[in-house]
């Protein structure tokens, strides 16, 4: 049950983001003060971090609501955490917070081994 509930949330939560990145152009997305990390990425590698995170969303919830193969759901949480892997990196070398992008990794890496 845990499972499932964070499982929806980071669907929630990548989904939105993803959508915000790939729709929205990168000037608007780097006004905001947690986006920072933008000034590192050329637009092209900012859609593309947005479309893995709306695949990655999607990922975690369809396979879980349609019930056809759940282990998309198990690759999704892998990927999604290896994904903010690299955001925490990228916010360590910033020398920028890293709780947000740290506290989606593990919850990631929960779905991932309770899936």
Same mark, same amino acid.
């Not at 975690?60 to 198990?74: E, F, K, Q, V, Y």
């Not at 070398?93 to 081994?113: C, D, F, G, K, N």
């Given at each position: 049950?845990?499972?499932?509930?964070?499982?929806?949330?980071?669907?929630?939560?990548?989904?939105?983001?993803?959508?915000?990145?790939?729709?929205?152009?990168?000037?608007?997305?780097?006004?905001?003060?947690?986006?920072?990390?933008?000034?590192?990425?050329?637009?092209?590698?900012?859609?593309?971090?947005?479309?893995?995170?709306?695949?990655?969303?999607?990922?975690?919830?369809?396979?879980?609501?349609?019930?056809?193969?759940?282990?998309?759901?198990?690759?999704?949480?892998?990927?999604?955490?290896?994904?903010?892997?690299?955001?925490?990196? =990228?916010?360590?070398?910033?020398?920028?917070?890293?709780? *947000?992008?740290?506290?989606?990794?593990?919850?990631?890496?929960? *779905?991932? =081994?309770?899936?």
């Amino acid at each position: 049950m845990l499972t499932s509930t964070i499982q929806i949330l980071l669907a929630i939560a990548f989904t939105l983001a993803g959508v915000l990145k790939v729709v929205r152009p990168k000037p608007a997305l780097a006004a905001n003060p947690h986006m920072g990390w933008m000034v590192s990425f050329t637009d092209a590698q900012v859609k593309l971090i947005g479309t893995a995170e709306l695949i990655g969303g999607i990922g975690l919830i369809l396979p879980m609501m349609t019930g056809l193969a759940p282990l998309l759901a198990r690759l999704a949480a892998i990927l999604l955490a290896t994904l903010m892997g690299g955001a925490v990196a =990228t916010h360590i070398i910033r020398r920028e917070p890293v709780a *947000v992008p740290t506290v989606l990794a593990l919850m990631a890496a929960v *779905v991932a =081994t309770g899936r």
